[in-house]
């Protein structure tokens, strides 16, 4: 399984996803502002991986701290939590961390814990999410697998593989779970303009582990959708609002059209983690906003006219009627997904049945 991140030597190791395919880099945080930068700055991106690293950043912090008293250790406990969620603002499963990790911390604290005890609860804590999310991305992706045909063409768009999670991957993890079970599977990756995370990303993970991959121009998607290419489409998210309304890379929604018109099956698959029952449909997303540079310049070169405005939305929201099933670690979730998805948010651990929610 491909390390996204892991502890080495008492510090935060994640592979620089920005030097991929062309070299693969680990970046080494000391402090949870490390781990802010490199969740900021793209190092590590994929929404259950910043939960993962923001968990981590959290206990890192933690262990490093020179604080005397419990109430110093909150203090610098709640100062850290805001660091860490000011880094990006769609992806549910940062805030879901973050969250989860309070909690904790707080439980912990109105228990007595002293400072030594209250660091090792939160490293556990941390350790416990990402275990969770591996496991979790497994059993998503035996559920995931059940609805690829025995041999099948599919579409994805972005990277939601191991890189975009603890390991194992949300989208890849159904192509896994389905190459697992024996089925002939190929993978048509659109290349995800700005960031070409597809290209980069997906292909590369694909490709190690000897899976057909072809890369496309995200302009491809409709043509060969037409020339029935496609079987399905599978991608990942970022935030899932209550109705069933779907944030996720740039360009989903352009691949969810299409795939529409041409009747070809459109699956979300992510843990549950990604769904907020607190949004209540997608218009409640926030979409980040990133730098210019990305669209103007690939690298150091200048691809665009300069004094053209530029505008770099992250993410956008596909609604709901577009999305057969969202596939999860407890099932996979049909519409009504207003009621599908309170089912699966209610149920603790993974379905055993494998059937639909």
């Known amino acids: 399984m491909l390390p996204t991140i892991d502890w080495e030597d008492g510090e935060v190791l994640m592979i620089d996803q920005r030097k991929l395919p062309s070299r693969e880099v680990y970046v080494r945080c000391r402090t949870a502002k490390d781990v802010a930068k490199a969740i900021r700055t793209m190092v590590i991106r994929g929404a259950p991986a910043i939960g993962v690293a923001a968990a981590m950043g959290l206990a890192l912090q933690m262990q490093r701290s020179g604080a005397t008293g419990t109430t110093q250790l909150a203090t610098e ?41 209250l660091k090792a609860t939160i490293s556990a804590e941390s350790a416990r999410i990402h275990d969770e999310d591996v496991a979790n991305c497994r059993a998503l992706g035996l559920h995931g697998a059940a609805v690829v045909p ?70 491809m998607a409709g043509s060969l959708m037409r020339a029935g290419r496609v079987d399905l489409v599978v991608v990942g998210a970022d935030r899932i609002a209550a109705n069933g309304d779907v944030a996720n890379k740039i360009g989903t929604y352009t691949v969810a059209v299409l795939a529409r018109e041409h009747e070809v099956p459109f699956y979300v698959a992510a843990p549950v983690s990604t769904i907020d029952l607190s949004t209540s449909d ?36 596909t609604p709901a009627s577009f999305v057969a099933g969202i596939i999860t670690e407890r099932g996979i979730c049909r519409a009504p997904f207003s009621e599908s998805l309170k089912e699966v948010c209610a149920v603790v651990g993974p379905t055993s049945d494998g059937g639909r929610v």
């Open 77 to 117: 406990f709640y100062r850290t939590c805001d660091l860490l969620a000011a880094t990006r603002p769609t992806a549910v499963n940062l805030f879901w961390a973050i969250e989860r990790m309070k909690r904790v911390f707080a439980e912990a604290l109105r228990a007595g814990q002293s400072t030594n005890e």
């Open 150 to 219: 025995t041999e099948a063409r599919v579409l994805t768009h972005c990277n939601a593989g191991a890189l975009a999670t603890g390991g194992y991957g949300s989208a890849l993890g159904v192509v896994r779970a389905a190459v697992e079970a024996g089925k002939r599977v190929s993978v048509y990756a659109d290349e995800t303009r700005p960031f070409f995370q597809g290209a980069r990303l997906t292909a590369w993970e694909l490709v190690r582990e000897g899976i057909d991959t072809t890369v496309i121009a995200d302009g």
């Open 282 to 317: 997608g218009t409640g997303i926030p979409i980040e906003e990133r730098d210019e540079k990305e669209i103007t310049h690939l690298g150091s070169t200048q691809l665009t006219a300069t004094g053209a405005a530029v505008w770099n939305p992250a993410f956008d929201v």
